[in-house]
């Protein structure tokens, strides 16, 4: 069973830092993108951050880039998003994701995206 265990959110102050971690278990993602959405009431999911397979291509939504950064450890299967300078419009329920890709590509669209976490909550207040 393919489980995707997100853990790292919480409440910060504006300007302040989190780390968010996925812990994907059940088969190796070796041959899957993966990448972080997030979420806030009454909208939808929306693309934060993207890696390719072998954590060589990266992409991020306007809105965070150049204060989030996106990375994979292979070895132990696990998705991190370390957020610096955080801004209270960043908060949300985020989630990571995995999908299959025959070419080691970033991909940025929830249906291409086969597994789901839970979420997890960021609060920034100001």
């Known amino acids: 069973q393919v489980q995707l265990v997100e853990s790292g959110g919480g409440l910060v102050q504006a300007g302040g830092s989190l780390r968010l971690s996925c812990a994907a278990s059940g088969r190796s993602f070796r041959s899957y993108a993966m990448g972080w959405f997030r979420q806030t009431p009454g909208k939808e999911r929306e693309f934060v951050a993207g890696?390719?397979?072998?954590?060589?291509?990266?992409r991020y939504a306007d809105s965070v880039k150049g204060r989030f950064t996106i990375s994979r450890d292979g070895a132990k299967n696990t998705l991190y998003l370390q957020m610096n300078s955080l801004k209270p419009e960043d908060t949300a329920v985020y989630y990571c994701?995995?999908?299959?890709?025959?070419?080691?590509?970033?991909?940025?669209?929830?249906?291409?995206?086969?597994?789901w976490g839970q979420g997890t909550q960021v609060t920034v207040s100001s």
């Open positions: 994701a995995a999908g299959f890709q025959i070419h080691n590509i970033v991909v940025v669209t929830t249906r291409e995206y086969d597994y």
């Open positions: 890696i390719n397979w072998s954590g060589g291509s990266t």
